[in-house]
């Protein structure tokens, strides 16, 4: 078996194999930590960190699963008809055998204790090391015993799934959780959901695009974060020292003390520049030229809104309902339980305007990892088109949001729609909802706005079928760019393709604005060029008036918004949509930020 590779124990000990990993920046500044990898998403398992008062009760969770196992086993080998065939009973005992070797009995539980993982995150990170121990083994028989090692570590999985599970740590001040960096082939969006409360510090995988779910997920955590790092979680180690610097997208793994240095530099001055900003908090986003903008934010669950009053929101222009759905094993909330997780954002936006998105399921967000989607997931039975399919849950939605729209001041936001029946169904659903509650005697806000996402070419090209019907838009220029230019914006293998400064792109953006303020209906973008300082000024020009973004990117858009001039601005945006040249739009973009 391979000799285990001896593990860096500060990044300025002994000197460890340097390396640079290149991929695509997902989540802006610098972070510096040890490297955690996550075991292969395949088998599914809850990945958590254990406070130190419940080490020792894990601990035990995890002996009384293999003590379980055990007897299975023992049962298995009692229960064996008399004319089994022989290698059974001997299978049987193989795996009775590697369930009593210390590499499974003993290991994980020292993983528990010294790296707090959680039982079953504990046992995969031992099967994983012993697989690639396996890997390495010449003999072919001996190497195929890998199958039943991993067969084993499924069935106490099974039953530790079946257990309690202990609550995970929160964030701690201790130095052992403060500094973890998640290094994975991928993580989903729900995964990634997982992980908020967690004291991780940033986010490494393989594979993913700027603009998929989990991409999004890690900005709105603000921690710096890097995707389509080809190869990253095969050629980082456990406990490696890593810098990602989420600005340029690279991963330094085991830096030398000078590079190390710079980055703490570095990461001293951001911090410095980002105190500097709280200035702003309270002060309204007003151009030099005295026009108001409306910076508002973009949510996953309602924990997110304080974040949001903290950063000195407006109000919320998108809470992207579909994480309530998310990591429950397609058990839908009830309506009930939705209710109360949108009167609690309402309320916590203090009157300020909460935009809920109905239910955006399919294509990067599956209800559950484990089902199957379609060929083409993203062209598929997604967002609208789902609860279109789906009118029972569409309406319990419907029904929540409407109740919570008794606590304040509430818009419903309708994803993906192409089609003038999608509208004209989606607001027939809302006019039912609307009625049972009258029925039933139960209060609702009966001028809730009602807004379409233009985030499709198709709707982007027929706003007129739109605005006659909606009362406001909000453009999702991520979806808006994924469908214009046919990539896939979670494959990091055309990612280099996802351009949103293409002139197509520019067109319908700004058809809609205009069409939009044409019709007297509000327009905003809430896809992530509204975040990018580097575009602030450029939608300015378009005539954008409402931003929705992560809280953590709202100060320094509302920094640019004061610092500009929409006098200036305006005629030098005019000249960037006259022209379909890339490298024209893309000079001209760099000087409006000069101006
Ligand atoms: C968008 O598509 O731009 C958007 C805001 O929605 P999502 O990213 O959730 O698809
Ligand atoms: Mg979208």
Known sequence: MPAERSRPRTPTGPAMASFTLHGIPVSRGIAIGRAHKLAPAALDVKHYLVAEEHLEAEVSRLQQALVQVHKELQTLWNELPKDAPTELGAFIDVHALILSDPMISEAPLDIIRTRHYNAEWALLTQIDELSAQFDEIEDPYLRERKADIQQVAERVL??????????????????????????????????????????????????????????????????????????????????????IDGDAGVVIANPSALVLEQYRERQGAAARARKKLQKLKKTPAITKDGVEIMLMANIELPDDCPAAMEAGANGVGLFRSEFLFMGRNSRIPSEDEQFEQYKKAVVAMKGRPVTIRTLDI???????????????????????????????????????????????????????????????????MIAQAKAELREQN????????????????????????????????????????????????????????????????????????????????????????????KLTRLLLGMGLREFSMHPAQLLSVKQEILNSDLARIMPQTRKIMRSMEPNVIADAVEQLQLM
Not at 203 to 226: C, E, K, M, W
Not at 376 to 396: K, M, S, V
Not at 455 to 471: N, Q, S, T, Y
Request: aromatic content about 6%; hydrophobic content about 50%.
């Open 442 to 533: 139960i209060k609702f806000d009966d001028d809730v706005d009602v807004g379409a996402m233009i985030e499709i070419p198709a709707a982007a090209l027929a706003l007129p079928m739109f605005v006659k019907r909606m009362d406001f838009l909000s453009i999702g220029t991520n979806d808006l760019i994924q469908y214009t230019l046919a990539i896939d914006r979670v494959d990091y293998e055309v990612a280099h393709l996802y351009n949103p400064l293409h002139p197509a792109v520019l067109q319908l953006i700004s058809m809609t604005i205009a069409a939009g303020h044409k019709a007297g209906i509000d327009v905003a973008v809430c896809g992530e060029m509204a975040g990018d300082i």
């Open 158 to 243: 099974k039953v530790l799934m079946g257990t309690a599970q202990i609550l995970p740590a929160t964030t701690g001040e201790d130095g052992f959780q403060a500094q973890m960096i998640i290094v994975a082939h991928d993580i989903s969006p729900a995964d990634m959901l997982q992980f908020r409360d967690r004291s991780f510090i940033g986010f490494v995988t393989d594979v993913g695009g700027q603009n998929s779910h989990t991409a999004i997920v890690a900005r709105s955590l603000d921690i710096p974060a890097a995707v389509g790092m080809s190869g990253a979680s095969t050629l980082i180690e456990q406990d490696d020292w890593l810098i």
């Open 362 to 428: 399919g294509a990067d967000k599956p209800l559950d990892q484990t089902e199957h989607t379609a060929l083409n997931p993203a062209l598929g039975l997604r967002a609208i088109r789902y609860c279109l399919a789906e009118p029972q849950i569409f309406l319990t939605q419907l029904r929540a949001i409407l109740r919570a729209s008794a606590f304040g001041k509430v818009r419903i936001l309708i994803p993906m729609l192409a089609h003038a029946f999608e509208i004209d169904q989606s607001l027939a």
